[in-house]
T-cell receptor, first 114, second 115 residues
């Protein structure tokens, strides 16, 4: 079985500040890890994914995440927040065994203050 | 190219009625997924289709829920005798293949409200 825990359902930062959204996973097999973003009244858009190549993954809109096996973490960061980054962010896990569907965390709503 | 499309975008129905939700995946994608997004339960997997294989129905919450995929393309999710707890946004996704690493592309969702 796989699971994802996102610490902090709401995170608020000032424009220009560092963004850090936390994700920890549990998986008995090698995981694939994803971050998706959801803007209001829209579907999910992939930000980045880890698929067992480089542990530091760069995504769209200046986001990146680092896979740390020893800490079972895949935290999402961005050096400088923009107003347009305000959205809900979901971390998800999958694997090549068992269910192929994504198992999602509960999401983190990011607010960016001017 | 065209992304995943879903219809209708909004559906309001009365308790006890049946509803059908439609998903058009990206052309050439062999895998198709349905998820449900609700305030209390977050994002939940419902059902997964891969090519001509038997679907993985392990996420369906009750036997009132069913889905089919015709010709390996369009999919319909049917909810019979709708209940108020079925109110949610139903998301469809498709991916090129069946590997866990394959990116799932999501549609905009159908917002279902059961009165």
């Amino acid at each position: 079985a796989q699971s994802v825990t996102q610490l902090g359902s709401h995170v608020s930062v000032s424009e220009g500040a560092l963004v850090l959204l936390r994700c920890n996973y549990s998986s008995s097999v090698p995981p694939y890890l994803f971050w998706y973003v959801q803007y209001p009244n829209q579907g999910l858009q992939l930000l980045l994914k880890y698929t067992s190549a480089a542990t530091l993954v760069k995504g769209i809109n200046g986001f990146e995440a680092e896979f740390k096996k020893s800490e079972t973490s895949f935290h999402l960061t961005k050096p400088s927040a923009h107003m347009r980054d305000a959205a809900e962010y979901f971390c998800a896990v999958s694997s090549d065994t068992g269910r192929r569907a994504l198992t999602f965390g509960s999401g983190t709503r990011l607010q960016v203050q001017p | 190219g065209a992304g995943v499309s879903q219809s209708p975008s909004n559906k309001v129905t009365e308790k006890g009625k049946d509803v059908e939700l439609r998903c058009d995946p990206i052309s050439g994608h062999t895998a198709l997924y349905w998820y449900r997004q609700s305030l209390g339960q977050g994002l939940e997997f419902l059902i997964y289709f891969q090519g001509n294989s038997a679907p993985d129905k392990s996420g369906l919450p009750s036997d009132r829920f069913s889905a089919e995929r015709t010709g390996g393309s369009v999919s319909t999710l049917t909810i019979q005798r709708t209940q108020q707890e079925d109110s949610a946004v139903y998301l469809c996704a498709s991916s090129l293949g069946q590997r866990g690493a394959d990116t799932q592309y999501f549609g905009p969702g159908t917002r279902l409200t059961v009165l």
